[in-house]
């Protein structure tokens, strides 16, 4: 039996975040003996999904770039890379803040297919804006192939250039609702029949965090048994935590750190909240979708994320007090707690389609 193609994806680490959970959804989901997933990731230390991806064959190789930002060492370490490992005809990348330069790279050592794909529509506003728009711009310059999680990541990375739209999707059968799983949830995190609004993501700028705890420290007022329960890790936690003491929730919200548990946390959920200020998806959106679990988000999202009757969109612009309203009536959505499993495959976002979708392409080339 011939060995099988090895893809090396690139991206700043495999911690527990959504581009990275796609990236394993896929690689559970293809066929190992004719497709192998190796990483080529920017920073030195062991992440949240390392241990797996040995498991599973893969590879990970390390760069230190996003550790000490150093970029003539950087490009040292592309060259020494790409020069020494021949093996690698297919690079899927997905960190477009450095796209181009990786890019080049691999060109100038005739890495002959090299798959650029956006997984946002949007620049955080911040010091360094306007280097990132130009390293977006960038990005495609190089490029083959052009992926995207959506129509509004697609346009807004690569402009009027063609491309292809690749579902985010997702194991739907780890997904639909089970009530043993919901009250066994609940039972463990203590939460007894309170309300309980929930949230996935890391703790960012860009998820918004802060709206979040002003919107249910308004619900919390007028619901003083509910709960809020926040899942993930990053730069902001401790910021975050302080701001959870100053509003007095501090028995009301639970920070629940990283988790493998995430789609049975879903469904011990009654509503997901999700202020993001921008995505390229929201995979989050649709997995709670997928768990039978009413969606409060923001309209700035892709309309792709409109999977199922459990969705409602909210602006970032209107008052907090609209959003309680649309918790209140979300609670009681005839449409919760069912199984969702035929709106996912109906609107392709189940793993088996998307990841034979994927396979097919890699064989191709």
């Not at 959804?25 to 230390?45: C, G, M, W």
């Not at 495609?140 to 491309?163: R, V």
């Not at 200020?277 to 409109?306: K, N, S, W």
Request: contains cysteine.
């Amino acid at each position: 039996m011939s060995e099988p193609i090895r893809v090396l994806h690139i991206l700043q680490r495999m911690e527990a975040a959504g581009v990275q959970t796609l990236l394993m959804n896929l690689y559970r989901n293809i066929d190992r003996e004719k497709i192998q997933f190796d990483f080529l990731v920017h920073y030195k230390e062991r992440q949240f999904f390392d241990d797996e991806i040995e498991k599973l064959g893969g590879i990970i190789h390390r760069l230190s770039f996003r550790e000490d930002y150093n970029c003539m060492k950087y490009y040292r370490d592309l060259n020494d890379f790409f020069s020494t490992h021949k093996e690698y005809k297919i690079i899927h990348g997905h960190m477009h803040s450095l796209g181009a330069i990786y890019f080049h790279v691999a060109q100038k050592y005739n890495v002959p297919i090299r798959i650029a794909h956006s997984h946002t529509n949007a620049t955080q506003n911040d010091a360094k804006k306007y280097i990132k728009i130009f390293m977006n711009h960038m990005y495609k310059k190089d490029a083959t192939h052009l992926f995207a999680c959506s129509k509004d990541a697609g346009c807004y990375m690569f402009g009027n250039s063609a491309f292809r739209v690749i579902n985010n999707a997702i194991i739907t059968k780890n997904f639909v609702f089970s009530s043993d799983k919901r009250l066994q949830k609940r039972k463990e995190l203590g939460v007894g029949n309170n309300i309980v609004l929930g949230n996935v993501g890391r703790f960012e700028i860009q998820k918004n965090h802060k709206f979040l705890l002003e919107i249910f420290e308004c619900y919390h007022k007028k619901h003083p048994e509910s709960v809020l329960l926040l899942i993930g890790t990053g730069s902001l936690l401790n910021n975050i935590r302080e701001l959870v003491k100053k509003l007095n929730l501090d028995d009301s919200v639970k920070f629940l750190g990283n988790r493998r548990d995430v789609a049975e946390l879903y469904q011990a959920m009654d509503v997901f909240v999700y202020p993001s200020l921008f995505e390229g998806l929201g995979i989050v959106v649709v997995e709670a979708q997928a768990a039978g679990t009413p969606v409060i988000c923001t309209d700035t999202l892709p309309v792709e994320i409109h999977i199922s009757p459990l969705l409602e969109t909210v602006s970032l612009n209107d008052k907090v007090d609209t959003w309680v309203k649309k918790i209140e009536q979300a609670e009681v959505s005839r449409y919760a707690h069912q199984d969702m499993s035929l709106y996912i495959k109906k609107m392709g976002y189940d793993m088996d389609t998307v990841s034979k979708e994927l396979q097919e392409f890699y064989l191709s080339l």
